[in-house]
């Protein structure tokens, strides 16, 4: 077993955070103006855009969490995975197109155009937070499969924040430096390495298997961690039913609302190119994430037969997600683990500072306060924003150090309470002609359903309000908000719509 850094490992990792601080570092000088800080004079190919994607996709959410889930419950989480073709399909046929067609760099400046400045101000408060909370829980990730490979034995107290502080100002060094080139060119670096990590570890894992690959599929199946269940219609726990449904808007939410997204394929040198980057990013996901999944069905397998192999400290069923990070510090040859924690690095690094950035000059410094800021000013805004954008996303991460339990139910908790009003607006000035009054009419309540669903189910709901605690599992969450946006906007706008005629009349 290793309790120490073999100087192999060391050599690799150190190796790949060099190259990563060199990419910045060799962009920093082509970034001469705001426009190339932020789209790169839309000049990148689709194939290099679409990897950048991929490794967004591929974040150390899905590295270490996914297979933490499998290795607790089932595959039941895997119906995102399952739902990547309708969010390409969609992404492609209307999100790609109307945003190229749009000529600016902000994904939420239509949005001001169809329902006023509040419209877009709203999305995009919501976007900075979701993404502050995003990069908090993938730096958090990170650390926790990094302290003890670092540590060997009883880690402590000091070196998870270290961890988290010294990669999140890493993540924020490159990307202040190269802007979006840096962003896009590791983005492709990174890929290529995060799909090494794990294979290796699939290789190990069955190699130590007494019985091989038919024993881990054996034992996985006989104790359900291949399974998607349950199926029932129910909204009261986790169905794969409503994890596809929860998947489908998170899909639009990427692909159609999220700055980070839209800003990459608005920087591919054609609409062509840029339809290609959607289907190369989806289409490289999709087996990578069911890879994750197989990785917590084989753990499972690998450590029943081998209980021994973890220690009396680790308590599985309370938390799950350190399962895989301690199999890759403990169980992986010398000389591996470096490159698994590399390309666990590489899920981690993917930045969005940069589009966080983006709209802050864009929505906020060039709304409200200085329109006319000329290209010298915006880099300032640019680089500063960067910088403090990361530094709040370090701040989140270090408060995730206080909480215990599955990371992705809290991910999905996050991502309910910000992101679905988002998308129902966007939807709503979509696919009706509901008005500025209908629109504040459907955000207003679907954000106060978002609300009562999330807020209900947390230490800060008061206890004489416990009979009006929300049943409905945190998956559903994003659903009803977007809906409630859409039913609730688009009735008012029919409303609005028939007074109107009738005052005509």
């Given at each position: 077993?290793?309790?120490n850094?073999?100087?192999?490992?060391?050599?690799?990792?150190?190796?790949?955070?060099?190259?990563?601080?060199?990419?910045?570092?060799?962009?920093?000088?082509?970034?001469?103006?705001?426009?190339?800080?932020?789209?790169?004079?839309?000049?990148?190919?689709?194939?290099?855009?679409?990897?950048?994607?991929?490794?967004?996709?591929?974040?150390?959410?899905?590295?270490?969490?996914?297979?933490?889930?499998?290795?607790?419950?089932?595959?039941?989480?895997?119906?995102?995975?399952?739902?990547?073709?309708?969010?390409?399909?969609?992404?492609?046929?209307?999100?790609?197109?109307?945003?190229r067609?749009?000529?600016?760099?902000?994904?939420?400046d239509?949005?001001?155009?169809?329902?006023?400045?509040?419209?877009?101000?709203?999305?995009?408060?919501?976007y900075?937070l979701?993404?502050?909370?995003?990069m908090?829980?993938?730096?958090?990730?990170?650390?926790?499969?990094?302290v003890?490979?670092?540590?060997?034995?009883?880690?402590?107290?000091?070196?998870?924040?270290a961890?988290?502080?010294?990669?999140?100002?890493?993540?924020?060094g490159?990307?202040?430096?190269?802007?979006?080139?840096?962003?896009?060119?590791t983005?492709?670096?990174?890929?290529?390495?995060l799909?090494?990590?794990?294979?290796?570890?699939?290789?190990?894992?069955?190699?130590?298997m007494?019985?091989?690959?038919?024993?881990?599929?054996?034992?996985?199946?006989?104790?359900?961690?291949?399974g998607f269940g349950?199926?029932?219609?129910?909204?009261?726990?986790?169905?794969?039913?409503?994890?596809?449904?929860n998947a489908?808007?998170?899909?639009?939410?990427n692909?159609?609302?999220?700055?980070s997204?839209?800003?990459?394929?608005?920087?591919?040198?054609?609409?062509?190119?840029?339809?290609?980057?959607?289907?190369?990013a989806?289409?490289?996901?999709?087996?990578?994430?069911?890879?994750?999944?197989?990785?917590?069905?084989?753990?499972?397998a690998?450590?029943?037969?081998?209980?021994?192999?973890?220690?009396?400290?680790?308590?599985?069923a309370?938390d799950?997600?350190?399962?895989?990070?301690?199999?890759?510090?403990?169980?992986?040859?010398?000389?591996?683990?470096?490159?698994?924690?590399?390309?666990?690095?590489?899920?981690?690094m993917d930045?969005n500072?940069?589009?966080?950035?983006?709209?802050?000059l864009?929505?906020?410094?060039?709304?409200?306060?200085r329109?006319?800021?000329?290209d010298?000013?915006?880099?300032r805004?640019?680089?500063?924003?960067?910088?403090?954008?990361?530094?709040?996303?370090?701040?989140?991460?270090?408060?995730?150090?206080l909480?215990?339990?599955?990371?992705?139910?809290?991910?999905?908790?996050?991502?309910?309470?910000?992101?679905?009003?988002?998308?129902?607006?966007?939807?709503?000035?979509?696919?009706?002609?509901?008005?500025?009054?209908?629109?504040?009419?459907?955000?207003?309540v679907?954000?106060?359903?978002?609300?009562?669903?999330?807020?209900?189910?947390m230490?800060v709901w008061p206890?004489?309000?416990?009979?009006?605690?929300?049943?409905?599992?945190?998956?559903?969450?994003?659903?009803?908000?977007?809906?409630?946006?859409?039913?609730?906007?688009?009735?008012?706008g029919?409303?609005?719509?028939?007074?109107?005629?009738?005052?005509?009349?």
């Amino acid at each position: 077993m290793n309790h120490n850094l073999p100087i192999t490992d060391i050599v690799v990792l150190v190796a790949y955070l060099s190259g990563i601080v060199g990419v910045g570092l060799y962009f920093s000088r082509r970034n001469r103006s705001a426009d190339q800080y932020v789209t790169a004079g839309r000049t990148f190919p689709g194939w290099a855009v679409g990897m950048s994607m991929f490794g967004s996709y591929i974040s150390s959410i899905s590295f270490l969490a996914n297979p933490g889930k499998a290795f607790h419950d089932n595959w039941c989480a895997a119906g995102f995975t399952v739902a990547t073709p309708i969010g390409l399909l969609i992404a492609t046929r209307w999100f790609c197109d109307f945003y190229r067609k749009g000529g600016v760099v902000s994904a939420y400046d239509h949005l001001e155009h169809r329902f006023g400045p509040w419209a877009r101000t709203y999305a995009v408060v919501c976007y900075l937070l979701l993404q502050m909370g995003r990069m908090g829980m993938i730096t958090f990730l990170l650390a926790k499969a990094v302290v003890p490979l670092l540590a060997g034995g009883e880690a402590p107290g000091w070196l998870m924040p270290a961890i988290i502080i010294a990669t999140g100002a890493l993540m924020t060094g490159y990307t202040l430096a190269g802007g979006i080139q840096a962003v896009v060119w590791t983005g492709v670096v990174q890929a290529c390495v995060l799909i090494a990590g794990p294979i290796i570890c699939v290789i190990v894992l069955i190699m130590g298997m007494p019985g091989g690959a038919p024993e881990v599929f054996r034992i996985a199946h006989e104790n359900g961690k291949f399974g998607f269940g349950p199926y029932d219609a129910s909204l009261l726990h986790q169905t794969f039913g409503l994890v596809v449904l929860n998947a489908i808007i998170e899909h639009m939410r990427n692909w159609g609302v999220d700055q980070s997204y839209v800003q990459r394929y608005i920087s591919a040198k054609s609409d062509s190119e840029a339809r290609k980057s959607i289907w190369i990013a989806g289409l490289m996901y999709m087996p990578v994430g069911f890879f994750f999944f197989f990785i917590g069905s084989a753990l499972f397998a690998y450590y029943k037969v081998q209980p021994d192999l973890l220690p009396a400290t680790l308590d599985v069923a309370k938390d799950p997600d350190a399962v895989f990070p301690y199999f890759i510090t403990h169980q992986l040859p010398a000389g591996l683990s470096g490159l698994v924690i590399a390309a666990i690095f590489a899920a981690s690094m993917d930045t969005n500072l940069n589009s966080m950035a983006t709209l802050t000059l864009h929505d906020v410094y060039k709304r409200y306060f200085r329109p006319q800021a000329g290209d010298r000013e915006s880099l300032r805004v640019l680089y500063a924003a960067t910088l403090f954008w990361g530094i709040m996303c370090i701040g989140f991460a270090l408060i995730m150090t206080l909480k215990i339990g599955p990371t992705i139910d809290f991910g999905w908790k996050v991502g309910g309470l910000l992101g679905g009003g988002m998308l129902g607006l966007f939807l709503l000035g979509l696919l009706t002609r509901a008005g500025n009054g209908a629109a504040v009419a459907g955000v207003l309540v679907g954000v106060l359903l978002i609300l009562w669903m999330t807020l209900s189910k947390m230490p800060v709901w008061p206890k004489a309000w416990s009979g009006a605690v929300s049943p409905i599992h945190d998956l559903a969450i994003p659903v009803a908000g977007t809906l409630a946006v859409l039913i609730v906007g688009s009735i008012g706008g029919a409303i609005r719509g028939r007074q109107s005629v009738r005052s005509a009349g």
